[in-house]
């Protein structure tokens, strides 16, 4: 997948970058709320 490049300069121009692959874990408790982990499992673009 692919996402915007954060870049806050001001002459910065519009880019994408490549996300490596990943899985997110999420876990609801009553107590705590929605809890969500993301693990990377590869290389961007790989």
Do not use: E, I
């Amino acid at each position: 997948a692919h996402q915007v490049l954060l870049d806050l300069r001001d002459a910065a121009k519009l880019a994408l970058v490549m996300d490596p692959p990943g899985v997110a874990l999420h876990l609801w408790r009553p107590a705590a709320g929605l809890v969500t982990h993301t693990s990377y499992v590869g290389v961007p673009g790989g």
